[in-house]
């Protein structure tokens, strides 16, 4: 009996190690995923599909794989719902729709490396907001790492900011994104927990949805035309929509709000490699130690992250 009460617990304690473990490559994952989205948007945007309607298109194609996923895992959606999943709803139709719609409306009138550089600060108020709601002391270790992030995107996005570009519309678009997607995290973090990944991909975006459906028969949705036009918004329904949200849903909660923020920004990493490779765009001195700054940011934290505590 003993033996195997010792062998139950160590199961646990083997499984509980080996998702600490799995949660980085898969926010790494989708981040890198979602990194091409910004080049794939402006095509969009110049096929002549605005940004509500890109979601719109993104979370609702991404909803038919994530159904289906769900349906082959045999999850209860009702049982789901007692459980709380539609608080997650909420938040993606607060919160997610929010800062996302903040960020890719301010692309419009605001120059990318403004944007950028000023959205990229919401792991620093990660940090503050771990502090002020779940009490968390700030360690010296996580405010160095965040702080070398910092100065790696303002290395990768000086050429643009010497160029100006701070049209006021825009600024008003981008200044609220990265405190709304600070505050996004930390409730994802809470929230999704109790709830396998499929569950908390499927709510998530049925919030989105919601709130850019609803928001597309005021505005209008535009229809793709052409067949390209079609394909970009199937790659980011597939890629850095129903893939990206899973592995998000699968990460959040385990590595928590900090842990995540800073792990996010290989993102960046991923637009400057995608500009230089398939753009032709210059890797200039300034970029490339920017993106080994982030980069040595992201695996210092990997060092010494402790594990969320549940």
């Known amino acids: 009996m003993i033996a195997t009460g010792q062998t139950a617990e160590l199961s646990e304690v083997a499984a509980e190690h080996a998702q600490t473990w799995r949660a980085p490559p898969a926010a790494i994952s989708g981040s890198v995923m979602v990194g091409f989205m910004p080049i794939i948007a ?4 110049k096929a002549g599909i605005s940004a509500s309607s890109m979601l719109v298109w993104r979370y609702g194609l991404a909803l038919v794989p994530l159904a289906a996923a769900s349906a082959v ?13 539609w608080r997650i709803a909420v938040v993606g139709a607060t919160l997610g729709a929010g800062q996302t719609l903040c960020f890719w409306e301010s692309l419009h009138t605001l120059d990318t490396s403004v944007a950028i550089l000023l959205f990229y600060t919401y792991p620093a108020l990660t940090l503050a907001l771990d502090r002020l709601i779940f009490k968390r002391r700030i360690r010296l270790r996580a405010a160095v790492c965040v702080a070398i992030i910092l100065i790696g ?10 160029g100006g570009g701070f049209d006021p ?22 929230l999704m927990r109790p709830h396998p990944p499929l569950i908390g991909a499927v709510f998530l975006y049925l919030g989105l949805i919601a709130t850019f459906g609803a928001a ?16 970009l918004l199937l790659l980011i329904a597939l890629g850095p929509g129903a893939l990206t949200v899973t592995l998000f849903s699968y990460s959040v909660p385990r590595l928590g709000p900090v842990s995540y923020a800073v792990i996010a920004n290989c993102e960046l990493v991923t637009v400057i490699l995608v500009g230089v490779l398939a753009l032709g765009e210059k890797l200039t001195a300034g970029r490339a ?9 992201i695996l210092l934290h990997g060092c010494f992250r402790r594990p969320n505590p549940r």
């Open 169 to 190: 519309r825009g600024l008003m678009w981008i200044l609220p994104s990265p405190l709304i997607y600070a505050l996004y995290l930390a409730a994802s973090s809470v």
């Open 153 to 162: 995107a303002g290395l990768i996005t000086f050429p643009g900011l010497r």
């Open 73 to 85: 895992a045999s999850h209860d959606f009702r049982s789901a719902l007692r459980r709380g999943a």
């Open 216 to 231: 597309s028969l005021y505005l209008g949705l535009d229809i793709p035309a052409a067949p390209g036009t079609w394909m």
């Open 42 to 45: 402006l095509q969009l945007y």
């Open 289 to 297: 130690a920017g993106a080994c700054l982030i980069l040595c940011g």
